[in-house]
């Protein structure tokens, strides 16, 4: 059988992720000393594991409804209230999904016909675009530049803008670059589009994890609600990734197209996991600040320990990595990694893994203990003094 | 101070450059403020926590619980200090409860810590009774999982 004449060729078109193939490398190599995932350290706060564990006892197995348990929907009702100061009916405004990344499916997929532009500001984690690409859609590249901290500039947006602009992915605060998009930044973007129709999917899911000004949503902005959907979930702020639980907001008439294909796709998101969400949202505050807390040193220690090593390092204000940059060093991306693994056994991405821009640069998770973490730096530290 | 002494419970071996940059703060400031902590006795020491079977110490350790008849004038703390000062007491705590002193030794072998409890601690003056428990696991200590070297998230994430 030729499996090439029977497969899908949009999905044959598609590149794979430039994180797996750098995984399989890794996974080669012994006693591997990783900066490299994309999740927290800490364990699910233990009240939220409990309900969980009680929800089994109870039995509590079957379907929910395919929006998600009503209860839960009005804690993300009350949560987007407190946090992004944003009203959302709770009864159909709201979408539980099977984590941010099916949010995030449902939102391009609800909005994209063939040929529609959506704008995507790089480097970005990576699945925006090939789902755009699985609509139909024309992946756009807005690239974000060191010299302006990865946040989008208003100039950069306009130039990309055609009749065919669908949408724009605001993905802050940014995985990789750890950038965020102030107030004032978000409201030069909003002056951009507000006489168009671009709707915004703006992907918040490390809304919890800011340094400095808590995070500004651009759906909280003046009239901007309209054409916002907000993307959040649990994986990162609660340390719950393995629970697969996220949530979207927005308008009732795009919701509602949304909650389709989440209806046919995934009925609904993991009941078990949806029960013990309710807890997350509502008795975990001091859990979150605990946990923000110790990013923030770890932060303040990764950016010092790259900058003194002379890889410069832009300082983060939000998510858990750092982006510094390996230029000086003469490798790209991919030969700085491959020989650091190869060498000194330590694990980072490639930027380039997160589009073509984050050449040049290396994402480094610092979810790790401080012991682990001076440890790797200290045998990066070692690698470049031999490479010299 | 408060955030630098939490570091330090996780990590005393973190550099003062370390530790500023964790905290925000200059590294004059943090050795200024590791000595002030030092001097007025709020830091009392510093030590590796050692699991002592990968280290091949085939040592065996004790909690004693220890009654005590207090002491007029001195209450619990003549006696206290006493116990104290054997090198191979690691801690002497005072408890409410069912017994009055809680006692971690560490000794070389069974016999050795036999003749621990009964010639030095239960001929003490005031000790009422002195029962001892052997030490057969341990899974933390002081703050850190022994067999902490389990990460069991995927070397590679998105």
Redesign the interface.
Known sequence: MNYDNILSQKVLDLKPSGIRKFFDIAATIEDVISLSVGEPDFKTPWTVRRKAIEVLEQGKTTYTSNSGLEELRRACADYFKRTIHTDYSPIDEIVITVGGSEAIDLAIRALVNPGDEVIIPEPCFVCYSPIVKLTGGVPVPAVTLEEDCFKLTADVLKNLITPKTKALILPFPNNPTGAVMRREELETIAEVIKNTDIVVISDEIYSELTYGEPHVSFAELENMRERTIVINGFSKAFAMTGWRLGFAAAPKPIIEQMLKIHQYAIMCSPTVSQYAAIIALTDCIDEVRAMVEEYDMRRRLVVKGFNDMGLPCFTPEGAFYVFPSVKSTGMDSQEFCTRLIQEKSVAVVPGNAFGDCGEGFIRVCYAYSTKHLTTAMERIGEFLKEIK | ME?LIK?LR??A??SN??LA????ISENEVAEQIKKLEQSGVIVGYTAIINDEAAGENTVSALIEVKVMPKAKYGYNDIAEKIAQFTEVESVRLMSGAFDLAVTVKCADVVKLGKFVQERIAPLDGVLSASTHFVIGRYKELGSVIDNNR?E??????
């Open positions: 955030k570091l996780q990590n071996r973190l450059a370390e940059a964790m905290l925000g990460d998230r995927e070397l590679v994430t998105p």
